[in-house]
């Protein structure tokens, strides 16, 4: 396969390079996701920094699909270049290497190419116009076919005189965003649905390490709705890293709300009770922010009303990355992490069990707050129940 004359990456991250002093952190970030997402990868890869360039080297066989599939998923990454790697042995070898690059990596010689010569050491001894030059005409000359097209190229081969020169042509498109572990923590309320796995990765994307915290209610709530959680958290991880869940048995909390408060309103005091929760488990995991997938309008319980009567229970920021975009929109994101299909599979949700024909729509905070005065006799040791028989796990990337 025309893929395996590549041994290494040239791994290419923006974002991070303008980070002043603190760039060393973000590479050394970025070098030990890398090393951690390949460790899933058949092959043996080294990963190496190298004056402001990251490159992935492989030693023997591995499976290119695979490992660009994998560098695809690491967040601070904008491009991915399969790149031949070659001494510095005289002009004519180079010419060798880089004619030899075109003849592999393009079997049908139709096209216009550019040479794009670039040197970071200045004690090479032609200068990068000549160097695009002689290495064009030098293509020209094996591959009578391509021709030079300097304005819109289809081919741009790159040619960098680094210790190594680096030739390359291709740049596979990476995530964007930030290395993980470089922005702190956030709990995650992750239900089974669509919103909230794309809240946690789209969070997540700018370097936020997710814990997460469900809420499920037996024997209303099946074991295969738990485990569809467990999948989506497996999901996320993939891009996220390893995910702590915590399984909170709500049922007695929301059983006794439905005992006493209106039924109209059992969605809202609900989602308030689940805020505080999450927030407890933040705060013991030294979580910076809770993250829910809500967008403004979606249901009743998502109206700017209902969202600020759910928001003032919270001490923590609350971010909902998904707020402003249409349902389409979320869906596409959920697509292309895969987490869609999983999160369509039809089972029961704790929330809609009890949920009322006609929820307020426009709750005040003041009228909420007197209805929750109704729970004051067991609310709190239901609380403390709730954290106390909480089930935690350590989910990781399938
Ligand atoms: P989702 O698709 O994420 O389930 P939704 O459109 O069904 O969202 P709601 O059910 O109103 O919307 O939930 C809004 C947000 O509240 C969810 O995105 C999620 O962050 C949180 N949430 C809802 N139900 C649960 C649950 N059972 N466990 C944990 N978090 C939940
Ligand atoms: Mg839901």
Do not use: W
């Not at 190298?50 to 560098?71: H, K, M």
């Not at 990068?128 to 030098?138: D, F, P, V, Y």
């Amino acid at each position: 396969m025309a893929h395996m004359m590549y041994q290494a990456f040239l791994i290419k991250y923006a974002e991070i390079a303008i980070k002043g002093k603190n760039r060393h952190l973000f590479e050394d970030a970025l070098v030990s996701n890398i090393r951690q997402q390949l460790k899933r990868v058949d092959g043996s890869f080294t990963v190496r920094k190298e004056n402001g360039r990251i490159y992935v080297e492989t030693e023997g066989d591995y499976d290119y699909e695979e490992t660009v599939e994998a560098l695809q998923k690491i967040f601070g990454i904008v491009g991915i270049c399969p790149v031949v790697l070659v001494e510095d042995n005289g002009f004519d070898a180079l010419a060798a290497d880089v004619v030899a690059h075109v003849d592999a990596a393009y079997p049908d010689k139709n096209f216009t190419f550019k040479v794009d010569a670039r040197r970071a050491r200045k004690n090479y001894p032609m200068n990068s116009m000549e160097i695009n030059a002689a290495l064009g005409e030098k293509i020209l000359e094996a591959f009578p076919e391509t021709r030079v097209d300097v304005h819109s190229p289809q081919v741009m081969v790159h040619v960098e005189i680094r210790p190594m020169i680096n030739i390359y042509s291709t740049e596979l498109p990476g995530q964007g965003g930030m290395p993980l572990g470089t922005a702190g923590r956030a709990m995650l309320l992750l239900s089974g649905g669509i919103d909230s796995p794309v809240a946690g990765y789209m969070v997540s994307r700018r370097g936020v390490s997710l814990e997460a915290t469900y809420f499920h209610a037996p024997p209303y709530t099946s074991e295969r709705a738990k485990q569809k959680v467990v999948d989506l958290a497996k999901k996320v991880a993939q891009y996220s890293g390893e995910i702590k869940l915590h399984i909170v048995n709500f049922t007695d909390i929301q059983m006794y709300i439905y005992e006493k408060c209106p039924h109209e309103e059992l969605t809202i005091i609900m989602r308030r009770y689940m805020m505080k929760i999450a927030e407890h488990f933040a705060n013991e995991g030294n979580c910076l922010g809770l993250v829910t997938g809500e967008s403004i309008g979606q249901v009743a319980s998502q109206t700017m009303q209902s969202l600020a009567v759910t928001n003032a229970v919270c001490t923590l920021p609350v971010y909902r990355p998904l707020i402003a975009m249409d349902k389409q929109d979320i869906v596409h994101v959920a697509e292309k992490i895969d987490t869609y299909e999983t999160s369509i599979l039809p089972y029961e949700d704790c929330c809609t069990i009890f949920v009322a024909k006609h929820p307020v729509t426009k709750p005040s905070l003041k009228h909420i707050e007197k209805s929750e005065m109704h729970l004051a006799e067991k609310i709190d040791e239901l609380y403390q129940a709730a954290i106390e028989t909480t089930e935690t796990m350590v989910i990781e990337a399938e």
